[in-house]
């Protein structure tokens, strides 16, 4: 059964700290890994990675895939209030979301 | 500015009920995701369908629960009867498939709806 498995489940920090949310993935049929980021409603659209070791970057935050591993990483730097939000990590065979991160920072 | 449409945007219903959900993707995507999302399950794939076909509704309770394209431009699920555990918030998305090969396929970007508020009393 394919699944996606995102860690921690939850996490406080500090504003200007500097975060790391973890998806790990067992799928059938890979295609590419997608990080969505879901604050109060529908999820948005971060980052689509498709290939080991090329780090995707928009403003602090930044993404890699490692298909050897089954794994990718999403590094928040700089934090601010703003970040807080669930992040949710999908695995394109069929779309499947692990259950997020929820990220809250402290003023 | 293209979004995907969803309503009723908050539902409250009786058991026992018929709800029915739809979704205008966005114009030109040729894919559209049901999901279904709650505290507990997080979001869970539903169904999804390429150029109005459905290609796996295999999450869906098929007791239950129907959905259907019947134009290119409107995507429907239904819940009859609807019972209190269906209460959950449920997203419809849409995407452009870019290939596909056996039965999965890429779609790239998902766009979301706002979704659906469904309460069952």
């Known amino acids: 059964e394919d699944k996606v498995v995102q860690s921690p489940l939850s996490l406080v920090v500090h504003e200007g700290d500097t975060v790391t949310l973890n998806c790990s993935y067992e799928v059938t049929n890979f295609r590419s890994l997608l990080w969505y980021k879901q604050e109060k409603k529908a999820p948005t659209f971060l980052f689509m990675l498709?290939?080991?070791?090329i780090e995707k970057k928009s403003g602090r935050l930044s993404s890699i895939l490692d298909k050897k591993e089954l794994f990718s990483i999403l590094n928040i730097t700089a934090t601010q209030t703003g970040d807080s939000a669930v992040y949710l990590c999908a695995v394109n065979d069929k779309i499947i979301f692990g259950k997020g991160t929820r990220l809250h920072i402290l003023p | 500015d293209a979004r995907v449409t969803q309503t009723p945007r908050h539902k409250v219903t009786e058991m026992g009920q018929e709800v029915t959900m739809r979704c205008q993707p966005i114009?030109?995507?040729?894919?559209v995701f049901w999901y279904r999302q709650t505290m507990m399950q997080g979001l869970e794939l539903l169904a999804y369908?390429?150029?109005?076909?459905?290609?796996?509704d295999s999450g869906m309770p098929k007791d239950r629960f129907s959905a259907e394209m019947p134009d290119a431009t409107l995507a429907t699920l239904k819940i009859q009867p609807s019972e209190p555990r269906d209460s959950a918030v449920y997203f419809c998305?849409?995407?452009?498939?870019?290939?596909?090969?056996?039965?999965?396929?890429?779609?790239?970007?998902?766009?979301f709806g706002e979704g659906s508020r469904l309460t069952v009393l």
């Open positions: 114009l030109g995507h040729n894919t």
């Open positions: 498709t290939s080991s070791g």
């Open positions: 369908f390429r150029n109005r076909a459905p290609l796996d």
């Open positions: 998305a849409s995407g452009l498939v870019r290939r596909a090969s056996g039965s999965g396929i890429d779609t790239g970007e998902l766009f």
